[in-house]
Every structure is written in structure tokens, then in C-alpha cells.
């Protein structure tokens, strides 16, 4: 799934492109082009030798080369090439990060084939735990092979890659998922986070009629997706579940209501943030973190201190938009946690919520939980789009 896109991008801003390219035909006529730079010449050298797996030449071109000029991101991405090439990404990224040395600003264009190349591997690999998250995430910066397999996996049964699928808004997964939550029996809530993901308006149906499922759960699920994809029509519908005899349908609709900017519920919200319970006020503090008021703040800052470390992860991934300093503090703490689920959980929490800098999520590249290294290979290909 090699993907040189970038490299060529480089090679063009140096004119290489256009000197392999040139014609005597197409500059008859013409002012003779510049002669060609020494390390534009060695770059396509080094090129030709990798384009024939001759590894040991594109290894002494490249040292050559990064050592010439030491500046150069064109030197350094073809240097990075390589070595992904002779060991890997990790390889890729050692070489990287040596290059870079004291410098205080990434080369983004080069840190993100170290990432593409640690999600193709990922991809790859049929055992790798996080192989179906690397393949969406492929998917989903336009790699024609990775949605390719993952539509064919669909095709063939696989529950999981539908879900992927939808969430990257295919409209035919989507559809797939809606009849199977139209199938009487089985738990519906994998489906349902699954549209929820997609963000399709087509979802919006199904999950009304959901509504009115005999089992609390499936109502309660229902009534929250309404409210994360912004299914304002869907209120007449919510209000009625503020009765429901379940508890948890009756939080769900007051929640949903409140992310419809309907205010029907609020009451109730505002006594769970009062309840004994972390838990349950961690569940209305997330309900009202659409638009916190009042004792918001105070409650979840509270909440970062619990005895309970989940109940911790949770009010760090609310505070984080507000304090992050407060929410790197609790996540670096957890990560030291004796529990190895925490430790991971802290780690992935961090890359989705905090991290933004490359030298962060260069760290997580290297990280030994395998979700976590992916997430942060995903988030440097967002940040690059």
C-alpha cells in the first residue's frame, strides 16, 4: 500500500520531476534548462536504486546525501524511505528523529510517511489487534486498497468491517446496519454506536422507531445516538421516554433533549450532578458538557480526583478542552497505574484528547500498547491532511 504522494510532492519543489522528465524535443527551440544540482542527481539516483530493491546503494546514497545537506527534507525523506524499507517504520522513525536532533520543528510531511508506513504494516498483518482500526484509518485518507479490503471483508459477513465502513460514510454499510437493527433479537448496541459513528441522516429513522424497543437498554442507546446526531425532529419522540419507567432510558432522553437544546430534562440532570455516586455524576456531567453551567466545572474537577480511576479517565477527557493541563496531569498519573487496562486507556485517552504536537505523538508511535500507537499514527495523518 507504499503511497509516495508526499515524496513526489518534495521531489517536484526541487525540480527533480522536471529534470528526469525533460526532452531534448520539449526545449528545442528554448533557452537551455539549469544544469541540475548535484543533490537532485543523487536523489534520483537513490530513487532509481530503491525503485530496484537495490537497498545497500539507496543506504550509502542516502548517509551521502543526509550528511551533504543536512537541511534538506528532500535528503532526510528519502533517507526516512529506506530505512522503512530496511526495518520498518519504527526504523523509519529512529532515522527521522535523528535528523532532527536539537531541532524544534517537525518536518510534518516526512513524520507522516513514518506514520502511513506504521498503519500499511498494521494493515497487514491479519493477527495485529489493531489491524481493522489501521485499515479505516487508511481508508479514510483515500488508500483505494485499504477501503477495497474492508468492503470485500464486509461483503463476506464481517460485522466488524461493516461497522468501520459505516463509520467512514459508506451509504451502502450504513444501509447494511440499519436492516440488521431492523432484525427482531440480539443486542443492537454495536449497530447503534456504529450509525452513530456514520453520522448519516439516514439513521435518524431506524433509530426512532428504536424508541419504542421492549428492552430498556436498546431505548436508552436509541435516545442517545438521536441526540449525538443532532436529531432535533426526533424531540417529540424523546420526551415521553422523561417518563420511562428505566431509569437509565429516562437519563439517556434527558441527555439527548439537552443536546437538542431542549431544556425538558434539565432538572433532572442537574440532581444526578448532585448524586453520592461518581459514576452518576460523571454521567451528567458528561450530558451537560455540550454546554456546561453552573457547577459543571467544580464537579468534574472533583471527579478527576475519585477513588475510582475509570471515573478519572472520564472527567479527564471532559476537563481537557478546558484545563488541559489539569487532564495531562490526571492521564500521566493513571498511566502509571497497576492496572495494565488503565495504563492503556490513559495512553489512548491522551492521544485522542491532548495530543496535537508531533514530538507528543512521535512518543506514541513507540508505544507498546498497540491501539495506542495506532491512534497516534491516525491522528499525525489528520493533522497532515
Known amino acids: 500500500m507504499a503511497d509516495y504522494t508526499f515524496v513526489r510532492a518534495r521531489l517536484i519543489a526541487v525540480g527533480v520531476i522536471a529534470a528526469l522528465t525533460m526532452t531534448p524535443a520539449t526545449v528545442r527551440g528554448q533557452a537551455a534548462p539549469p544544469p541540475v544540482s548535484a543533490e537532485v542527481q543523487s536523489l534520483a539516483e537513490g530513487w532509481t536504486a ?16 543526509v550528511a551533504e545537506y543536512p537541511r534538506s527534507a528532500a535528503a532526510v525523506g528519502f533517507a526516512v524511505e529506506v530505512d522503512i524499507r530496511r526495518g520498518g517504520a519504527l526504523a523509519g522513525l529512529t532515522a527521522y528523529e535523528r535528523w532532527l536532533g536539537a531541532r524544534r520543528v517537525d518536518d510534518p510531511y516526512v513524520l507522516r510517511r513514518v506514520a502511513q ?11 495485529h489487534p489493531a489491524r481493522l482500526q489501521a485499515a479505516t ?14 468492503a470485500q471483508a464486509a461483503a463476506n459477513g464481517g460485522a466488524a468491517e461493516a461497522q468501520l ?17 431492523r432484525v427482531p433479537g440480539g443486542s443492537k448496541v454495536r449497530i447503534v454506536n456504529a450509525l452513530v459513528d456514520s453520522r448519516s ?3 435518524v429513522p431506524p433509530l426512532v422507531e428504536l424508541l419504542a424497543d421492549p428492552r430498556e ?12 446526531l443532532g436529531a432535533s425532529d426526533a424531540v417529540p419522540k ?12 429516562r437519563v439517556a432522553a434527558a441527555s439527548a433533549l439537552y443536546r437538542l437544546g431542549d431544556y425538558e430534562g434539565v432538572n433532572l440532570l442537574n440532581e444526578l450532578m448532585s448524586s453520592e455516586h461518581g459514576t452518576i455524576r460523571l454521567s451528567a456531567a458528561e450530558a451537560l458538557s455540550v454546554r456546561p453551567m453552573g457547577s459543571w466545572h467544580g464537579v468534574v474537577r472533583e471527579l478527576t480526583r475519585h477513588e475510582d480511576a475509570i471515573v478519572q479517565l472520564g472527567a479527564a477527557r471532559l476537563i481537557a478542552p478546558y484545563e488541559p493541563d489539569l487532564a495531562s496531569e490526571v492521564l500521566a498519573r493513571l498511566s502509571q497505574s497497576d492496572n495494565p487496562a488503565v495504563r492503556e486507556e490513559a495512553g489512548r485517552t491522551f492521544v485522542q ?21 495506532v491512534r497516534a499514527a491516525s491522528r499525525i495523518l489528520e493533522l497532515t491532511r
Open 201 to 203: 441522516a439516514i439513521a
Open 137 to 150: 484509518a487508511l481508508a479514510a485518507e483515500g488508500v483505494i486498497a485499504a477501503r477495497a479490503e474492508l
Open 117 to 127: 508506513a506504521h498503519l500499511e504494516r498494521v494493515a497487514e498483518d491479519r493477527q
Open 353 to 373: 484528547r491532548l495530543a496535537a504536537d508531533f514530538a507528543t505523538l512521535r512518543k506514541f508511535l513507540r508505544s507498546t500498547d498497540a491501539t495506542t500507537a
Open 50 to 65: 530503491l525503485r530496484q530493491g537495490q537497498l545497500q546503494q539507496a543506504t550509502q546514497i542516502a548517509e551521502r546525501l
Open 238 to 249: 424523546l420526551r415521553p421516554l422523561l417518563n420511562d419507567p428505566a431509569f437509565p432510558v
Open 217 to 228: 437498554e436498546h431505548r436508552a442507546i436509541a435516545a442517545d445516538a438521536l441526540g449525538k
Open 165 to 181: 465502513l459505516a463509520s467512514l460514510g459508506d451509504t451502502r454499510a450504513v444501509r447494511d446496519l440499519i436492516s440488521q437493527l
